[in-house]
């Protein structure tokens, strides 16, 4: 089973930075998805629905939201299994929990097709 941790989210002012890890847990299949599948971020601020933020393949091809372009940046670390979200220039809109997930790119691009997610970590922009 494929387990990934969220952590980094905090209270933040406008125009603040933070960077979120994502890290694929102990176990073998964990792992060696992180390594092989797309790997995404994501986020739900209440009362909508999830929507994808960055992703990146497993040959380091990226795409993000349009909200985003510019100000987040995604990057992967295979020699540490962990996935990154560098997040600068901060605005309130951004607030949400934030979640990782992994699998085939066409998964990645859709959450609604990923099935399994962890509890995320809260980013909260404000002043």
């Known amino acids: 089973q494929v387990q990934l941790v969220e952590s980094g989210g905090g209270l933040v002012q406008p125009g603040g930075s933070l960077r979120l890890s994502c890290a694929a847990s102990?176990?073998?299949?964990?792992?060696?998805?992180?390594?092989?599948?797309?790997t995404g971020w994501y986020r739900q601020a209440p009362g909508k629905e999830r929507e994808l933020v960055a992703a990146?393949?497993?040959?380091?091809?990226?795409k993000y939201a349009d909200s985003v372009k510019g100000r987040f940046t995604i990057s992967k670390n295979n020699a540490k299994n962990t996935l990154y979200l560098q997040m600068n220039s901060l605005k309130p809109e951004d607030t949400a929990v934030y979640y990782c997930?992994?699998?085939?790119?066409?998964?990645?691009?859709?959450?609604?097709?990923?099935?399994?997610w962890g509890q995320g970590t809260q980013v909260t922009v404000s002043s």
């Open positions: 997930n992994v699998g085939p790119i066409e998964m990645v691009l859709t959450p609604s097709r990923l099935s399994t």
């Open positions: 990146i393949t497993n040959n380091g091809v990226t």
């Open positions: 102990g176990s073998a299949d964990s792992i060696r998805a992180m390594a092989w599948y797309a």
